[in-house]
């Protein structure tokens, strides 16, 4: 297999996902995008699913390397609602991509609480490993890890969904305040 064909034919999908949703990625589509005879297309991708799988594990991987790189110092408020702030740049970077990942049925999908309980949610697991550093250092009240990072989750993305559903008359930037209001009050009432 050409790796350097599998590259351009995942950016190719990337960039009619981000351009024209799930929908706008057909294997016909990406190979004429590509140059190449829509049954070489299935040399590197098995099917659809698994091109749009490639391509969404290479983004979710893209994701966790902005959460990565968020401090490691500060309070744990200010980190738990930094890393909500990474959730809402993603969700206003990569809509489409958002939409299908968080918003949409799919198969496939993790499922709480047995996938987040096992861990299975990389997007989830470093917001539940600061939650349950905060409470090991007596920061937030003892709880139920998973329900908290849940919680957060729930909190921000309804507000995205919200926001971007023009629900607000209010600019991002004035958005983006309010969510944080609402984060440190949700995080006041966690503490212990």
Same mark, same amino acid.
């Given at each position: 297999?050409?790796?350097?064909?599998?590259?351009?034919?995942?950016?190719?999908?990337?960039?009619?996902?981000?351009?024209?949703?799930?929908?706008?990625?057909?294997?016909?589509?990406?190979?004429?995008?590509?140059?190449?005879?829509?049954?070489?297309?299935?040399?590197?991708?098995?099917?659809?699913?698994?091109?749009?799988?490639?391509?969404? +594990? $290479?983004?979710?991987?893209?994701?966790?390397?902005?959460?990565?790189?968020?401090?490691?110092?500060?309070?744990?408020?200010?980190?738990?609602?930094?890393?909500? +702030?990474?959730?809402?740049?993603?969700?206003?970077?990569?809509?489409?991509?958002? +939409?299908?990942?968080?918003?949409?049925?799919?198969?496939?999908?993790?499922?709480?609480?047995?996938?987040?309980?096992?861990?299975?949610?990389?997007?989830?697991?470093?917001?539940?490993?600061?939650?349950?550093?905060?409470?090991?250092?007596?920061?937030?009240? #003892?709880? +139920?890890?998973?329900?908290?990072?849940? #919680?957060?989750?729930?909190?921000?993305?309804?507000?995205?969904?919200?926001?971007?559903?023009? $629900?607000?008359?209010?600019?991002?930037?004035?958005?983006?305040?309010?969510?944080?209001?609402?984060?440190?009050?949700?995080?006041?009432?966690?503490?212990?």
């Amino acid at each position: 297999m050409d790796q350097a064909t599998q590259e351009r034919i995942s950016e190719t999908a990337l960039r009619l996902f981000e351009t024209d949703g799930e929908a706008g990625v057909s294997m016909r589509r990406v190979a004429t995008a590509v140059g190449i005879t829509p049954m070489a297309i299935y040399h590197h991708f098995a099917d659809r699913r698994s091109l749009l799988n490639f391509v969404v +594990d $290479r983004e979710f991987a893209k994701y966790l390397e902005s959460f990565q790189a968020l401090p490691q110092r500060g309070s744990y408020e200010s980190r738990l609602v930094t890393c909500m +702030d990474a959730y809402i740049d993603y969700a206003f970077t990569h809509p489409r991509i958002f +939409d299908y990942v968080f918003a949409e049925p799919r198969p496939g999908a993790r499922r709480y609480p047995e996938d987040f309980r096992a861990r299975r949610s990389p997007t989830l697991n470093p917001v539940a490993d600061l939650l349950q550093k905060a409470m090991e250092a007596g920061f937030l009240k #003892q709880d +139920d890890v998973w329900e908290l990072a849940m #919680q957060m989750w729930a909190h921000t993305h309804g507000y995205v969904s919200l926001y971007r559903g023009g $629900r607000f008359d209010l600019s991002e930037k004035e958005f983006r305040a309010l969510v944080r209001r609402s984060l440190r009050r949700l995080i006041h009432g966690l503490k212990a």
